[in-house]
């Protein structure tokens, strides 16, 4: 049975900083690819970062690049999304995606406040 968990979120003020965790068992060689979704109240969940997991290449939406960098771990099974500047409109809850062909597989998500 496939299990992502994500860890990581929590209270922030703007410009602050926080790294998301997503931890894939039994093992994330089983994907493709990864990605973090965020959604935030009211609105549609939207595709934040993605990365492939063999070469490691990434995207992001074009409001987060420069700011956020997703990357993963093979050995440790972890994705990971290191979010820096933040901003007001990045509170939502952020769910972890791992893609293998047409299939995902996603997690509980993790709760990012921005506020001052």
């Known amino acids: 049975q496939v299990q992502l968990v994500e860890s990581g979120g929590g209270l922030v003020q703007p410009g602050g900083s926080l790294r998301l965790f997503c931890a894939v068992s039994p093992s994330i060689l089983r994907f493709n690819a990864m990605g973090w979704y965020r959604q935030a109240p009211g609105k549609q969940r939207e595709l934040v970062a993605a990365i492939t997991l063999v070469v490691g290449n990434t995207n992001y939406v074009d409001s987060v690049k420069g700011r956020f960098t997703i990357s993963r771990d093979i050995a440790k099974n972890t994705v990971y999304l290191q979010m820096n500047s933040l901003k007001f409109e990045a509170t939502a809850v952020y769910y972890c995606?791992?893609?293998?062909?047409?299939?995902?597989?996603w997690g509980q998500g993790t709760q990012v406040t921005v506020s001052s």
């Open positions: 995606d791992a893609r293998a062909g047409p299939h995902d597989s």
